[in-house]
């Protein structure tokens, strides 16, 4: 007797996760310019996608300083696409909650990072007011995985 089995589907590799960014429109800069909700706090496996997303608007990303305490995998390059990216953590005054990008043709642009454990109805607020262009730094007291009372 022969048996016949059909072959195994195939299955594509999972892509990469979507990009939960949104940004400042185009104008005078005041505060921050955007915010990135990133899926996890491992930063070797989130920032690629944020940098290969911001080379294509602000240039090409050559570093990005973060708070140490925020991140897990933290290390001093990470690749990009067709380069590699500096990333810092020496500075302890940095905002726990922010990523500072550096552009070789724009500047310096900070983002408000989400934390990924944040609440969805938190986080989409959170980056609508980030990315609105009057928006200022968050309340140091204002935790952004905590909804608001009555919410």
Avoid: C, K
């Amino acid at each position: 007797m022969t048996m016949h089995t059909a072959p195994a589907p195939a299955v594509a590799p999972p892509g990469p996760p979507s990009l939960r960014l949104t940004l400042t429109p185009v104008g005078p800069r005041s505060g921050l310019d955007g915010a990135w909700w990133p899926h996890s706090r491992n930063l070797f496996e989130q920032l690629p996608y944020l940098i290969a997303e911001l080379d294509g608007i602000w240039g090409r990303i050559t570093g990005a300083t973060v708070h140490e305490a925020a991140w897990t995998d933290l290390r001093h390059s990470v690749p990009a696409g067709s380069h590699d990216v500096g990333v810092h953590w020496y500075d302890p005054a940095h905002d726990p909650h922010t990523i500072t990008v550096f552009s070789y043709r724009v500047g310096t642009w900070e983002l408000l990072v989400v934390p990924p454990e944040t609440d969805p109805w938190r986080a989409r607020q959170l980056m609508t007011a980030a990315a609105h262009p009057a928006a200022g730094r968050p309340p140091e007291r204002s935790s952004p995985t905590r909804r608001p009372p009555g919410a």
